[in-house]
């Protein structure tokens, strides 16, 4: 049974950093692609970011050069850094994983966690 638990989200002001973790059991982080999308109160789910199983990565618009995002085979744990953050970056933010074709939309995927706020305050 796959399962996806990301950790690190939080209240920052401003101007300040998060990193967040996912981690995995039951999926080997290197076979697949991994996203990251978010979703804000009375949202869509928005994509934020994916790293390909090639290694290759894609970033939506509103983080290209504030966010990175990283994946390490041994700990099998991606990871999203948030760095100038936003008070429109506040949300719940989600990994995902599956065989996507491109990954900048959630119905590519095949397994979600159970995300995790991210409250940026101004």
């Known amino acids: 049974q796959v399962q996806l638990v990301e950790s690190g989200g939080g209240l920052v002001q401003a101007g300040g950093s998060l990193r967040l973790s996912c981690a995995a059991s039951?999926?080997?982080?290197?076979?697949?692609?991994t996203g990251w999308f978010r979703q804000a109160p009375g949202k869509d789910r928005d994509f934020v970011a994916v790293?390909?199983?090639?290694?290759?990565?894609l970033y939506a618009d509103s983080v290209r050069g504030r966010f990175t995002i990283s994946r390490d085979n041994a700990e099998n744990t991606v990871y999203l850094q948030l760095n100038s953050l936003k008070p429109d970056d506040s949300a719940v933010y989600y990994c995902?994983?599956?065989?996507?074709?491109?990954?900048?939309?959630?119905?590519?995927?095949?397994?979600w966690g159970q995300g995790t706020q991210v409250t940026v305050s101004s």
């Open positions: 995902a994983a599956g065989t996507v074709i491109i990954g900048h939309t959630d119905r590519e995927y095949d397994y």
């Open positions: 790293i390909r199983r090639s290694g290759n990565t």
């Open positions: 039951g999926l080997t982080f290197g076979s697949v692609s």
